[in-house]
Nanobody, 121 residues
Framework: QVQLVESGGGLVQAGGSLRLSCAAS????????VGWFRQAPGKEREFVAR????????DYAGSVKGRFAISRDNAKNTVYLQMNSLKPEDTAAYYC??????????????WGQGTQVTVSS
């Protein structure tokens, strides 16, 4: 089974940058696509970015396209989300996930506990 632990969240000012990391364990991690999702209190969990097993295919939500970048290092069992030009509306708990490569949270059976990102005006 795959276990995921996010880190790197925090409080940043608008326009700043932050890099989230997701450390994965499990011998079959490289067989799964990975994704980043976010959820604010009282709102639905939404897709942010995804990456195929070999990083050949990446996909981003329109709200973050051009500002965020997902990457993975299978040798290190680590997934990253580089976040640039942050906006207050990016404030949310961010989750990494492993599973089937899609935009739907329902196709990802493995999830981390989340890391909070707060962007001030």
């Amino acid at each position: 089974q795959v276990q995921l632990v996010e880190s790197g969240g925090g409080l940043v000012q608008a326009g700043g940058s932050l890099r989230l990391s997701c450390a994965a364990s499990g011998r079959t991690f490289s067989n799964y696509a990975v994704g980043w999702f976010r959820q604010a209190p009282g709102k639905e969990r939404e897709f942010v970015a995804r990456c195929s097993t070999g990083s050949r295919i990446t996909d981003y939500a329109g709200s973050v396209k051009g500002r965020f970048a997902i990457s993975r290092d299978n040798a290190k069992n680590t997934v990253y989300l580089q976040m640039n030009s942050l906006k207050p509306e990016d404030t949310a708990a961010y989750y990494c996930a492993a599973g089937y490569n899609s935009r739907s949270p329902s196709t990802y059976p493995y999830w981390g506990q989340g890391t909070q990102v707060t962007v001030s005006s």
